[in-house]
Structure formats: structure tokens, C-alpha cells
């Protein structure tokens, strides 16, 4: 069981907008800031969003995060086929001094 | 170009030890932390711990604690994870990835990973 909640699954058509959620508690996200990993089939993550809404370099403006509370999201518009991947939360934990992932989320472009 | 290097694929017995390698180039070796992620088949990350090149401070994970061992060789701009005892659950994909040493700092390099078998 991930410290970190995500849905396992989501889904849109290409142009969509799809949201990824992460949720946790106030020792991780409530307390530090959100960082998102992309996972394309067959290969190491890549870091994606980090300290909650900011693209490193390269990253498409499709791309955005938030976060609120003990909660952050994932948003991607324009949906495009290559988007198809993993996508994991992350942040640092105050009370188990580590690294929390989410469980992870499969997106699939129908 | 910043890289991570990470070593070969590696099949062991249970019981056997093991230590995998990532090598760092491109940046200052000292100026980030690397961090061990280890992803099961078909599973998700799982952070392990990290270490501070500069000063081979380590910060392992609950779950991970007295299980691995986390080391780093500045000399030659390489950090370590180590096995003394191989469980068929050790089996995994291993990513080393570096981090700036803040708290929540992101990890903004990845090496490409090193298969772990572990079978009889």
C-alpha cells in the first residue's frame, strides 16, 4: 500500500484533458512540495512536474500541476497518443524521513 | 551531458551478495545526492535511500533499512548498492537517479536501471 493515493488507471481521447490525482496527509504533501515522474513503456522515469507546478526544461506546456492541502494533480491537455504511460507522485515524508511514491497511474489514450 | 551510468543486468542465486554500480558524469558528482529506486516487476517506484557523495551520508527508507547498503566512491564519481544476502523477493528493476540535497528536491537524472534476478 503506496503512502501516496492515486487511481490506478485513467484515460482520454486524443485533444482531451485528463487529470491525474495524488493524495496524502500532512506529513508529505500537506507539508512538502509535489514532484510528478513520466514512465513511457519499457523505460526509467523521467521527472516531469516538480516543486508542484514547475516544467523542467523540454517539458510541453501540456503539462501543469497543483497542489492544495494534502493534495496535488496532474493535469495533461492536448492529448496526445505519446502521453500513453505511468505517472507517479512523489514527495518528501516528515514522519518516515523518505521518499514517498504514489502508487502510480496508467494512462492510456483510447 | 549529465549522465548516470548504471551497471549490467545481473543474475544471482538466494544467498549470494551483490553490489550494482551507477556512475556519474557530466556535473559535479559531489553537488547531489543519489538516490536508489527499486521497481518490482509490474509494480511501482519505491524509494530506497540516498547518499550524500560529499560526505557518504546515507538516508534509507524504513522499508529498506538493514536490508541494502547504500555507498558512494567519490573518487571516481560512482555510488553503490549492496546485498549481502540475495532474497528471490530482491528481484527488480534498480534505478539510481540524483537529487539536490533539499528535503523535497526533486530526482532530475536517471540512470537507465539494472535488472536483478534472483532464482535457484
Known amino acids: 500500500q503506496s503512502v501516496l493515493t492515486q487511481p490506478p488507471s485513467a484515460s482520454g481521447t486524443p485533444g482531451q484533458r485528463v487529470t491525474i490525482s495524488c493524495s496524502g496527509s500532512s506529513s508529505n504533501i500537506g507539508s512538502n512540495t509535489v514532484n510528478w515522474y513520466q514512465q513511457l513503456p519499457g523505460t526509467a522515469p523521467k521527472l516531469l512536474i516538480y516543486s508542484n507546478n514547475q516544467r523542467p526544461s523540454g517539458v510541453p506546456d501540456r503539462f501543469s500541476g497543483s497542489k492544495s492541502g494534502t493534495s496535488a494533480s496532474l493535469a495533461i491537455s492536448g492529448l496526445q497518443s505519446e502521453d500513453e504511460a505511468d505517472y507517479y507522485c512523489?514527495?518528501?515524508?516528515?514522519?518516515?524521513?523518505?521518499?514517498?511514491f504514489g502508487g502510480g497511474t496508467k494512462l492510456t489514450v483510447l | 551531458e549529465v549522465q548516470l551510468v548504471q551497471s549490467g543486468a545481473e543474475v544471482k542465486k538466494p544467498g549470494e551478495s551483490l553490489r550494482i554500480s551507477c556512475k556519474g558524469s557530466g556535473y559535479s558528482f559531489t553537488s547531489y545526492w543519489i538516490s536508489w529506486v527499486r521497481q518490482m516487476p509490474g509494480k511501482g517506484l519505491e524509494w530506497m535511500g540516498r547518499?550524500?557523495?560529499?560526505?557518504?551520508?546515507?538516508n534509507y527508507s524504513p522499508s529498506f533499512q538493514g536490508h541494502v547498503t547504500i555507498s558512494a566512491d567519490k573518487s571516481i564519481s560512482t555510488a553503490y548498492l549492496q546485498w549481502s544476502s540475495l532474497k528471490a523477493s530482491d528481484t527488480a528493476m534498480y534505478y539510481c537517479?540524483?537529487?539536490?540535497?533539499?528535503?523535497?528536491?526533486?530526482?532530475?537524472?536517471w540512470g537507465k536501471g539494472t535488472t536483478v534476478t534472483v532464482s535457484s
Open positions: 547518499i550524500d557523495p560529499s560526505d557518504s551520508y546515507t
Open positions: 512523489a514527495a518528501w515524508d516528515d514522519s518516515l524521513n523518505a521518499v514517498v
Open positions: 537517479a540524483r537529487t539536490p540535497g533539499l528535503l523535497s528536491a526533486p530526482l532530475d537524472v
